[in-house]
């Protein structure tokens, strides 16, 4: 257990519709790190969080968006969902400082039908 | 543009065989290579992770070697064990970008009792 939580842990929705991805990172931990897996394009960065303020950027749609909250939890926004966003949605915390060694959650399912 | 190039995409081995992954990286700014393991269903999780200083890392039976000229680094699982058969991800950060990971596309790993 990586300390790390994320609800739900599936979620089924149709095209045009918007989620709300949850996560909680370890206790202590500032950074919080989006990543998406799927099948054609792999682990893809999305953005991350330092202490309520975005840090960086990856490919994230427009469409979607995040943030983090006073208590350190973040939520990550995914709206007029199209039939390719169905993935696997990770969060990952880390201390600022320790470089790389970001902790995953169990991620979240996303099925788009 | 894919920045970290992993290979095999899989790989079959027989308990107490040797595993070898290997990964090439185009941007020399990249200063951390960490290696993740995945299980199904599961997050990944940090497994060994190198700086570019350091030519070798052992971690029990988990090595990694780098070759900075090459630009170059690969995963060696010494006495593969079927505890061992998961998905390993290389990737690779830059402090100064925030520490955002950006990953190969994984081999999965199967050992053979």
């Known amino acids: 257990d990586s300390g790390v939580t994320q609800t739900p842990k599936h979620l089924i929705t149709a095209t045009g519709q918007r989620v709300t991805l949850r996560c909680s990172p370890r206790?202590?931990?500032?950074?919080v790190y989006w990543y998406q897996q799927s099948l054609d394009q792999g682990l893809q960065f999305l953005i991350q969080?330092?202490?309520?303020?975005?840090?960086a950027k990856g490919n994230i749609l427009e469409r979607f968006s995040a943030q983090q909250f006073p208590d350190l939890h973040s939520e990550l926004n995914l709206s007029s969902l199209e039939l390719g966003d169905s993935a696997l949605y990770f969060c990952?915390?880390?201390?600022?400082?320790?470089?790389?060694?970001?902790?995953f959650g169990p991620g979240t399912r996303l099925l788009v039908l | 543009q894919q920045q970290v190039k992993q290979s095999p995409q899989s790989l079959i081995v027989q308990k107490g065989g040797i595993s070898i992954i290997n990964c090439a990286y185009e941007?020399?700014?990249?200063?951390?290579f960490p290696w993740y393991q995945q299980f199904p269903g599961k997050g990944p999780a940090l497994l060994i992770a190198?700086?570019?200083?350091?030519s070798e890392k052992k971690e029990g039976r988990f090595t990694i070697s780098f070759n900075k000229s090459a630009k170059q680094f690969s995963l060696h699982i010494m006495d593969s064990q079927p505890g061992d058969s998961a998905t390993y991800f290389c990737?690779?950060?830059?402090?100064?970008?925030?520490?955002?990971?950006?990953f190969g596309g994984g081999t999965r790993v199967l050992v053979k009792p």
């Open positions: 990952a915390s880390s201390v600022e400082g320790a470089q790389g060694t970001q902790y």
């Open positions: 206790s202590g931990d500032l950074s």
């Open positions: 969080y330092y202490n309520g303020e975005e840090r």
């Open positions: 941007n020399t700014a990249f200063d951390y």
């Open positions: 190198i700086r570019p200083d350091v």
């Open positions: 990737a690779a950060s830059i402090k100064a970008a925030g520490n955002k990971l950006t």
